[in-house]
């Protein structure tokens, strides 16, 4: 069975990049308790410090969908929108076929 990957950029509003990634990293922490999430990867180019990557992997379309009703989730949702440049897409949604650290079986 393949996980459902999901790879994005967050585009800040100028010198809103180190807010966004943390309130994205508090995210990342909430996805400790969802066992579907195998990977929650928050990343940024050094030359363009207001784009905030997120690489995610899940068991499913349908557990990334969840988690975003997670305990605490919407509350950072809420706290980040102000924050984009611009509405965030859905990113990049990819079907993970395998590789080091992702058990496809």
Same mark, same amino acid.
């Given at each position: 069975? %393949?996980?459902?990957?999901? @790879?994005?950029?967050?585009?800040?509003?100028?010198?809103?990049?180190? %807010?966004?990634?943390?309130?994205?990293?508090?995210?990342?922490?909430?996805?400790?308790?969802?066992?579907?999430? @195998?990977?929650?990867?928050? %990343?940024?180019?050094? #030359?363009?410090?207001? #784009?905030?990557?997120?690489?995610?992997?899940?068991?499913?379309?349908? #557990? @990334?969908?969840?988690?975003?009703?997670?305990?605490?989730?919407?509350?950072?949702? %809420?706290?980040?929108?102000?924050?984009?440049?611009?509405?965030?897409?859905?990113?990049?949604?990819?079907?993970?076929?395998?590789?080091?650290?992702?058990?496809?079986?």
């Amino acid at each position: 069975m %393949s996980k459902y990957g999901l @790879h994005g950029c967050l585009r800040a509003k100028e010198g809103n990049g180190d %807010s966004l990634a943390e309130i994205l990293i508090k995210a990342s922490q909430i996805m400790n308790d969802a066992i579907t999430c @195998h990977l929650y990867l928050v %990343s940024r180019d050094p #030359d363009r410090p207001d #784009d905030i990557y997120v690489t995610e992997v899940w068991d499913s379309k349908e #557990d @990334h969908d969840a988690s975003l009703a997670m305990e605490g989730v919407p509350q950072l949702i %809420s706290q980040a929108m102000p924050m984009l440049e611009g509405k965030p897409t859905g990113g990049q949604a990819l079907e993970i076929l395998g590789g080091k650290g992702i058990n496809i079986n």
